[in-house]
């Protein structure tokens, strides 16, 4: 049970969607973005999170796009992960997308959500950093489209107000060998120890993780060592360990040390696989 009263918006426009919010703050009403509503209503229930109104993002068209324009892949933030892993217009995205949670939840579960979520692992977004995709966000002035490593790197850059409103990738990323792994602790429906994503580009292989910090991640001094062939794998994964953006994750899932053995083993396997892919 949602212990709090709430008013419910659907806007059916980026620009209501926006100016719905500010008048409500201007009210002294606290607004929240809802999308497939599955975290929301969690942490709705554990009292983590108490807000007035919610605003439903589902009724916008340009939140609901998938198709390519042109050789562009446009993806709209409430498109559900079950669309996405249903199709193939992203094929990496697509198995990304099928190893988060259980169908049922897929089926609500949107991908602006899941990347813009509070929760740390936000795996849907690996396939994204690798491709170098762009976002288009909705500000207060207007539109604005910008890198995806600007808002999503390290952690939600998402000023107050602000939504995500598509993803757009271009369809070349949609052709590269790539390659994806997720393990648990326990069952397959489960956050991850390690996720990891990865293609090779121009024969370069490009890795995303997530599981391992407290946010997921590319880096390019993770990429120049995992490709400097003058070192041996198991010097290049050791530097990769010794090169993480930030602490490894420690919590009732996996320690610090297990996700380190675990990446560690990931790695070796990824190299082991992208011998000979070009
Ligand atoms: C059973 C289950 C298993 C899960 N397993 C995994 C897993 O293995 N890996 C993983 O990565 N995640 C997992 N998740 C987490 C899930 O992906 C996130 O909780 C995600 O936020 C839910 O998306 P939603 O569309 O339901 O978001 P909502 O609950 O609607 O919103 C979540 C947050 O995102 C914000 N938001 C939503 N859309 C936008 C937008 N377009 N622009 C800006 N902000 C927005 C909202 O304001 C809110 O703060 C799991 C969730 C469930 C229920």
Redo the contacts with the bound molecule.
């Keep these: 049970m949602i212990a709090f009263d709430f008013e419910y918006y659907k806007p059916t426009t980026i620009q209501e969607a926006v100016t719905l919010f500010y008048d409500l703050q201007a009210n002294g009403k606290i607004p ?12 709705a229930r554990m009292h983590e ?1 108490q807000v007035d109104a ?1 605003i ?2 589902k009724g916008i068209p340009d ?1 609901n796009e998938f198709q390519f324009n042109g050789n562009q892949l446009v993806i709209g ?2 498109v ?2 079950t669309t996405i892993a249903d199709s193939n217009l992203f094929p990496l995205l697509s198995d990304v997308s099928r ?4 169908r ?2 897929r089926n ?12 740390c ?5 690996l396939p994204f950093l690798l491709a170098d995709s762009e976002v288009v ?2 500000e207060k002035k207007g539109i604005r489209t910008t890198s995806i490593h600007k808002i999503y790197q390290n952690g ?1 850059q ?1 000023n107050d107000g ?4 598509q993803i757009i990738t271009d369809g070349q990323f949609s052709n590269y060998p790539y390659w994806s792994s ?1 393990k ?1 602790k326990h069952s397959n ?4 120890i390690v ?1 990891l994503a990865s293609m090779k580009v121009d024969g370069k292989i490009r890795v995303a993780l ?1 599981g391992v910090c407290d946010f ?1 991640f590319r880096t390019e001094q993770l990429e120049l060592v995992l490709n400097d062939t003058s070192y041996s794998e198991q010097t290049r994964i050791q530097q990769v360990l010794n090169h993480l953006p930030g602490a490894t994750h420690n919590d009732m899932h996996g320690s610090r040390e297990y996700r380190e053995f675990v990446l560690a083993q990931e790695l070796a396997k990824l190299l082991q696989r992208s011998k000979g892919v070009s």
């Design positions: 929240h973005y809802y999308a497939g509503g599955t975290e929301f209503i969690s942490r999170i919610v439903d993002l939140c933030s409430a559900t992960l190893a988060i949670a259980h049922t939840a609500k579960i949107t991908i602006g959500g899941n990347i813009s979520g509070h929760l692992y936000r795996e849907a977004l966000i909705a939600v998402l602000e939504f995500l409103i997720k648990t429906v489960n956050y991850p996720s997530s997921p």
